[in-house]
């Protein structure tokens, strides 16, 4: 079992910054491929990036080279730097853990696990 709590959330102006992280409990952290997702309201949740075990890091079109993530193994946290936010990027951010292979890392229903959601909001 793995329990994730995300943090980070809140209120940014357009343009701007936010790191999110997501805190993990348990031994197997490092095991896992974890992963960051979305939803906003009225859609369906979307992949935004996912950190395999071995460090390779994917992220789709959306995010490339806006979105950064990075995990610490030691530390069992893993944070997603968000930045240059515009106005499509609020959502409620999600992260998740579990096992997917690279080719279908993007898929949420290959996570196991879930934090309850950080809400990112960007004002103009």
């Known amino acids: 079992q793995v329990q994730l709590v995300e943090s980070g959330g809140g209120l940014v102006q357009a343009g701007g910054s936010l790191r999110l992280s997501c805190a993990a409990s348990?031994?197997?952290?490092?095991?896992?491929?974890m992963g960051w997702f979305r939803q906003a309201p009225g859609k369906e949740r979307e992949f935004v990036g996912a950190?395999?075990?071995?460090?390779?890091?994917n992220y789709p079109d959306a995010g490339k080279g806006r979105f950064t993530i990075s995990r610490d193994n030691a530390k069992t946290l893993m944070y997603l730097h968000m930045n240059s936010l515009k106005h499509d990027d609020p959502a409620v951010y999600y992260c998740?853990?579990?096992?997917?292979?690279?080719?279908?890392?993007?898929?949420?229903?290959?996570?196991?696990?879930w934090g309850q959601g950080t809400q990112v909001t960007v004002s103009s």
């Open positions: 348990g031994r197997t952290f490092s095991m896992y491929t």
């Open positions: 998740a853990a579990g096992s997917p292979r690279a080719g279908t890392i993007g898929f949420a229903n290959l996570y196991d696990y």
């Open positions: 950190i395999m075990r071995s460090g390779y890091t």
